[in-house]
């Protein structure tokens, strides 16, 4: 299965990130330099969940112009979206929100300092109402946190150990004793050879 993002519920932000703006976004970092934090970042032998030695105490790059082609490049849907308010900027939710390569996978990725930060409102229950795809077999919500993976569904939080790169993802719905339930397994590198589900795509964040 594959994955969604924000807007109406997934499909909303995969397919508007598919059409030219309309306008450019206003939307600037600010202060928010959470991205720096929760990512891994290899040119500077940054791990993830520590604050990258370039982040200026006022907040911004120390490197800016000069800092890494996975910097420049990356924008998260905060910014990306101007319909998304001041709440949902990852300073103040304490996530960062993206789509991951396949265009329908929401992933949120948490502060290490804040793991149940997505757990709170208003932002829990606009989490699963983006969830709402995954039983459609139309996208996922996955959410990064400190302690594992979590596949966000409707009924419920599926949580699992955190998955290696290169591991696949396997979701659905299957029949038990209590009726069509949500599942998801992790598939290792090793044994996944030509199942092509949807593989981990973790955007620096682990390794």
């Known amino acids: 299965m594959s994955s969604p993002a924000p807007g109406n519920a997934a499909r909303a932000a995969a397919s508007a990130s598919k059409r030219p703006p309309a306008k450019a976004s206003l939307k600037v970092c600010g202060e928010c330099t959470l991205c720096c934090k929760v990512y891994e970042i290899e040119d500077f032998e940054k791990k993830p969940g520590t604050v990258c030695h370039h982040v200026r105490p006022e907040g911004g ?9 996975i910097c420049q490049e990356f924008k998260c849907l905060w910014l990306k979206h101007d319909d998304m308010n001041g709440l949902w900027r990852p300073d103040h939710a304490g996530f960062v929100l993206r789509l991951e390569p396949n ?5 949120i990725d948490v502060d290490h300092d804040r793991p149940d930060a997505w757990r709170r409102e ?12 995954m039983p459609k077999n139309e996208g996922l919500v996955l959410v990064y946190a400190p302690e594992g993976l979590y596949v966000v569904t409707p009924m419920e939080d599926l949580f699992l150990k ?3 790169r290169g591991d696949i993802l396997e979701t659905g719905m299957e029949e038990t004793l209590f009726g069509i339930r949500p599942y998801a397994r992790v598939i290792p590198a090793r044994e996944a050879k030509r199942n092509q589900d949807t593989t981990f795509h973790f955007h620096k964040r682990t390794g």
């Open 61 to 69: 790059c120390g490197v800016w112009g000069l800092h890494p082609k």
């Open 103 to 107: 265009g329908t996978t929401l992933a």
């Open 122 to 133: 208003p932002y829990y229950n606009q989490i699963k109402l983006w969830s709402e795809v």
């Open 162 to 164: 955190a998955p290696k």
